[in-house]
């Protein structure tokens, strides 16, 4: 069994300051980890992912997250945050055994503010 | 453009009518993927297909649903009778292979609303 909690459904940063979006995840197996961003009427665009390797994981326009398995945590960070950002990010959990039964969280909404 | 691409963007219809959606996957993908997403929430997974083998449906999938990728390339979902709680965004996503470190690319996704 696997599953997704995303700490905040609503966060709301300044523009230039730094952005934390929070995820814990439970799986029974070595999971692969994603963070997908949805924009207003755009399909689920993939920002990163962590498939066992690095545990620092850079992705697009600056984000990075980390996977910390001691914490089975796996935050989404930004050093500075560009109103661009704005937008609903998933966390998503997937079983690396091969199956590829992928869990979605309920989601973030960032909100940025000028 | 060789993403993923769905037909319609959006659909509108009377309770208790079919509808149907497709979903052209990027070319060779092996999975296809069908998700609902409601307001407010994540997608929640409905079914896959390796090919044109429907490999696994979702409880969330009443008999009223149906799914098929008949040459293992595009694939179509009905809706049978539909209802009101049935008025979601439905995603299609595709993938290279069933690792489980594979990305799943999605497509704009298909509004459906039930009046």
């Known amino acids: 069994a696997q599953s997704v909690t995303q700490l905040d459904s609503h966060v709301s940063v300044s523009e230039g300051t730094p952005v934390l979006l929070r995820c814990n995840y439970s799986?029974?197996?070595?999971?692969?980890l994603f963070w997908y961003v949805q924009h207003p009427n755009k399909g689920l665009q993939l920002l990163l992912k962590?498939?066992?390797?690095?545990?620092l994981v850079k992705g697009i326009n600056g984000f990075e997250a980390e996977f910390k398995k001691s914490e089975t945590s796996f935050h989404l960070t930004k050093p500075s945050a560009h109103m661009s950002d704005a937008a609903e990010y998933f966390c998503?959990?997937?079983?690396?055994?091969?199956?590829?039964?992928?869990?979605f969280g309920t989601g973030t909404k960032l909100q940025v503010i000028p | 453009d060789t993403g993923v691409s769905q037909n319609p963007r959006h659909k509108i219809t009377k309770r208790g009518q079919n509808v149907t959606f497709r979903c052209d996957p990027i070319s060779e993908h092996n999975r296809l993927y069908w998700y609902r997403q409601t307001l407010g929430q994540g997608p929640e997974f409905l079914t896959y297909?390796?090919?044109?083998?429907?490999?696994?449906k979702s409880r969330l999938l009443s008999d009223r649903f149906s799914a098929e990728r008949p040459k293992g390339s595009f694939s179509t979902l009905e809706i049978q009778r539909t209802e009101q709680g049935d008025s979601a965004m439905y995603l299609c996503?595709?993938?290279?292979?069933?690792?489980?470190?594979?990305?799943?690319?999605f497509g704009p996704g298909t509004r459906l609303t039930v009046l």
């Open positions: 996503a595709s993938s290279p292979s069933d690792r489980g470190t594979d990305t799943q690319y």
């Open positions: 998503v959990v997937s079983d690396r055994g091969g199956y590829q039964k992928v869990t």
């Open positions: 297909f390796q090919n044109e083998a429907q490999l696994e």
């Open positions: 962590y498939t066992s390797a690095a545990t």
């Open positions: 799986s029974s197996y070595s999971p692969s």
